[in-house]
């Protein structure tokens, strides 16, 4: 009697850690606007981590993209994502591109690698300071006036840094540190040492980092933006390091973007205390940030951010709560 209750007893923790295991990686989807799909992820893989994830159809009616304009005594005024989203009147926004001076208390920046608004270029490519961690150079994702979405790469003929070698129109341009994904597989930077002395990055910084310590592989919150292979779809990622979630590695998020989101081409956008997605409620028509920010409830003031104007009002309705992997 004895055995079969232990028997009883390890099959029934056997099927609680089934079940618990089962819903470790759960994905709540709402349509909010025409055009646009949300998923709000908890996973329990490769650690207990939070993810946001908003996917734009490019080629739905009423949606367009906009990122913050040039302004101030440098190249923006620096806002919360939150305060960018309801000042423009969009539906969604991300927070975008690196910037300086960082840390600051200063209500303007410069931001670091290109940048356009509404067809603005004021920000160029350049060989950052923060060579440890943004490529020179840093490819930038560019979204036409026509919706068209593209990477685009520095045109070395120019020594502006304003030009791209793509025959397209710059219109609304975001950068990030470097592209992690590129034609389907992940690319996530080097540091140049005797091995790999082609490689993007430098070592140092504040961390020291290297090859066998990269600033890629830090589990915090990450922010991500990526194409789809027939450049239809924008996906916009966050992932927290707040609120009981750990924060992934770079290299994690690629592969992320590449199995589960169907993303073909995608940058690293600026992180940890920055990472900021906001959403409008439907319903409520009420602002909010989504994400649980690493550097105050608000979000921090950040650079700039990207907003989504969406043409109509899709199904709030949960389309379904299910296991992802």
Not at 49 to 62: C, K, N, T
Not at 179 to 202: N, R, S
Not at 258 to 264: C, L, P
Request: aromatic share 6%.
């Amino acid at each position: 009697m004895r055995r079969s209750l232990s028997a009883l007893c390890a099959l029934a923790i056997a099927a609680a850690l089934s079940f618990t295991s089962a819903l470790s990686a759960q994905s709540h989807v709402t349509h909010p606007y025409a055009g646009l799909t949300y998923v709000d992820r908890i996973d329990g893989q490769p650690r207990a981590i939070h993810m946001h994830v908003l996917q734009v159809d490019l080629a739905a009616p009423g949606i367009r993209v906009e990122l913050s304009p040039p302004a101030g005594d440098r190249e923006t005024v620096r806002q919360t994502t939150v305060e960018f989203l309801k000042a423009v009147h969009a539906q969604a926004a991300i927070n975008a591109h690196f910037f300086l001076p960082f840390p600051s208390s200063d209500t303007t920046a410069w931001l670091v690698g290109l940048a356009a608004s509404n067809g603005r270029v004021y920000s160029a490519f350049e060989s950052p300071v923060q060579r440890y961690a943004i490529v020179p150079d840093a490819p930038a994702l560019n979204v036409d006036r026509g919706n068209h979405a593209s990477i685009v790469h520095r045109d070395p003929s120019f020594g502006d840094g304003l030009h791209v070698r793509e025959p397209v129109t710059l219109w609304t341009t975001v950068s990030g540190s470097a592209q992690i994904v590129t034609d389907g597989a992940p690319t996530v930077p080097l540091y140049k040492d005797a091995a790999h002395p082609a490689a993007t990055l430098e070592t140092g910084g504040p961390g020291g980092y290297a090859n066998d310590k990269s600033w890629y592989d830090v589990n915090t919150a990450r922010t991500a933006i990526g194409l789809s292979r027939d450049r239809r779809t924008l996906t916009l990622f966050t992932v927290d390091v707040r609120g009981g979630s750990l924060g992934m590695k770079v290299g994690e998020v690629a592969n992320l973007l590449i199995t589960d989101f169907g993303v073909w081409d995608a940058l690293n956008l600026d992180g940890g205390g920055s990472t900021s997605m906001a959403l409008v409620d439907p319903a409520t028509g009420i602002a909010s940030l989504v994400n649980a920010s690493s550097d105050n409830p608000a979000g921090r003031s950040v650079g700039s951010s990207l907003a989504v104007f969406a043409g109509g009002a899709g199904s709030a309705a949960v389309r379904d709560v299910r296991r992802v992997r």
